[in-house]
């Protein structure tokens, strides 16, 4: 199975895991449909935390409207009167008035919370260092944790225009929304990997190959959006290791040798010569026979004229640093 590392810009999303038979017209739904999904359950549990501390939905011709106004006006919630929490409700007022403030007691609010934060593992970014696969029937399983926590509480149901009801039945309105930038369509979904877009007239075995233990990281885009900027060669955190190694093996060495040894190894350190792991070679035993002048420097510029003693030896994550950095060697 090809191992599908889904993200969206720079940020990961989740695991996913294909045969390299999958028509890439299957493939791009599926993950479109994972990556909604997953959407929609932390739209959900975002409205489910308010539903535990200020109850439903305002209807809407009440929303943002003062306790005199409503009196002036003559409105009446009359869903929030059916709309009860088992055990009974406990006035929080909402602020912003979108809810009615009678919320659920302590007990009832401690069930819809712990199974937000369920729901919230299950289809969290994390499991992508974790190593966890996330698929459809994940997220739905998710969803029905959650509805099943709503329905314990609110056993009477939710009003028709509450928006945690509306998710539910697929009814929700995103218009105007910072959540609708975020939805794909699937037939507006394009796959991307290293800067090719997958195209779905075509198997993911053209692209990847036949090996079905490949890894790759693929991004999701909206048709129209152009190609997703390429991954760094290193990630941020493997480049803040390698400086402070950088830093503190400079420092070791100026007080190991002096400031005048240091300054000589520099200009005699070739790195195409030096055994991996090894320390620097001095230019006259350089198989490219040729002498190094000025001042070396970290710089993929210099070809193999790359001060060795600061990174012999380096690993990171079971990688020696040439593997890192192949664009330093010629």
Same mark, same amino acid.
């Given at each position: 199975?090809?191992?599908?590392?889904?993200?969206?810009? /720079? =940020?990961? %999303?989740? *695991?996913?895991?294909?045969?390299?038979?999958?028509?890439?017209?299957? *493939?791009?739904? +599926?993950?479109?449909?994972?990556?909604?999904?997953?959407?929609?359950?932390?739209?959900? #549990?975002?409205?489910?935390?308010?539903?535990?501390?200020?109850?439903?939905?305002?209807?809407?011709?009440?929303?943002?409207?003062?306790?005199?106004?409503?009196? =002036?006006?003559?409105?009446?919630?009359?869903?929030?009167?059916? #709309?009860?929490?088992?055990?009974?409700?406990?006035?929080?007022?909402? /602020?912003?008035?979108?809810?009615?403030?009678?919320?659920?007691?302590?007990?009832?609010?401690?069930? *819809?919370?712990?199974?937000?934060?369920?729901?919230?593992?299950?289809?969290?970014?994390?499991?992508?260092?974790?190593?966890?696969?996330?698929?459809?029937?994940? @997220?739905?399983?998710?969803?029905?944790?959650?509805?099943?926590?709503?329905?314990?509480?609110?056993?009477?149901?939710?009003?028709?225009?509450?928006?945690?009801?509306?998710?539910?039945?697929?009814?929700?309105?995103?218009?105007?929304?910072?959540?609708?930038?975020? @939805?794909?369509?699937?037939?507006?979904? %394009?796959?991307?990997?290293?800067?090719?877009?997958?195209?779905?007239?075509?198997?993911?075995?053209?692209?990847?190959?036949?090996?079905?233990?490949?890894?790759?990281?693929?991004?999701? +885009?909206?048709?129209? +959006?152009?190609?997703?900027?390429?991954?760094?060669?290193?990630?941020?955190?493997?480049?803040?290791?390698?400086?402070?190694?950088?830093?503190?093996?400079?420092?070791?060495?100026?007080?190991?040798?002096? +400031? %005048?040894?240091?300054? %000589?190894?520099?200009?005699?350190?070739?790195?195409? #010569?030096?055994?991996?792991?090894?320390?620097?070679?001095?230019?006259?035993? #350089?198989?490219?026979?040729?002498?190094?002048?000025?001042?070396?420097?970290?710089?993929?510029?210099?070809?193999?004229?790359?001060?060795?003693?600061?990174?012999?030896?380096?690993?990171?994550?079971?990688?020696?640093?040439? =593997? *890192?950095?192949?664009?330093?060697?010629?």
């Amino acid at each position: 199975m090809v191992v599908l590392h889904v993200k969206r810009g /720079d =940020e990961s %999303q989740f *695991l996913l895991q294909a045969p390299g038979s999958t028509e890439l017209e299957e *493939l791009t739904a +599926q993950v479109t449909r994972v990556y909604n999904g997953r959407l929609k359950v932390h739209r959900l #549990c975002t409205e489910i935390e308010e539903l535990a501390e200020h109850g439903v939905f305002l209807p809407p011709n009440m929303q943002g409207l003062t306790d005199e106004q409503i009196e =002036e006006l003559k409105l009446k919630d009359e869903w929030g009167e059916k #709309c009860v929490p088992s055990g009974g409700s406990v006035f929080t007022k909402d /602020d912003i008035g979108r809810r009615n403030g009678h919320a659920p007691n302590e007990k009832m609010k401690q069930v *819809l919370k712990k199974t937000v934060e369920e729901a919230k593992a299950m289809v969290s970014k994390k499991q992508v260092e974790a190593g966890v696969f996330v698929t459809m029937e994940m @997220v739905k399983d998710a969803l029905d944790q959650l509805r099943g926590a709503v329905m314990i509480v609110y056993p009477m149901g939710l009003p028709p225009y509450d928006p945690i009801r509306m998710e539910f039945e697929n009814k929700e309105d995103l218009s105007g929304t910072q959540a609708a930038l975020e @939805v794909i369509q699937e037939s507006e979904a %394009q796959l991307w990997w290293a800067a090719k877009e997958l195209r779905r007239t075509k198997k993911l075995s053209d692209y990847v190959g036949k090996n079905e233990k490949t890894k790759i990281i693929v991004k999701i +885009q909206q048709r129209g +959006q152009g190609a997703p900027a390429r991954e760094p060669l290193i990630s941020s955190e493997e480049h803040k290791q390698l400086m402070l190694f950088y830093h503190r093996r400079q420092e070791e060495l100026k007080v190991a040798i002096g +400031q %005048q040894g240091w300054q %000589q190894i520099w200009a005699t350190s070739c790195i195409r #010569c030096s055994p991996t792991g090894g320390g620097p070679v001095p230019s006259s035993l #350089c198989s490219a026979g040729e002498g190094l002048s000025g001042s070396p420097r970290l710089s993929p510029a210099l070809g193999h004229r790359v001060g060795v003693p600061l990174l012999a030896g380096f690993r990171l994550g079971g990688r020696k640093w040439p =593997e *890192l950095f192949p664009q330093v060697l010629p």
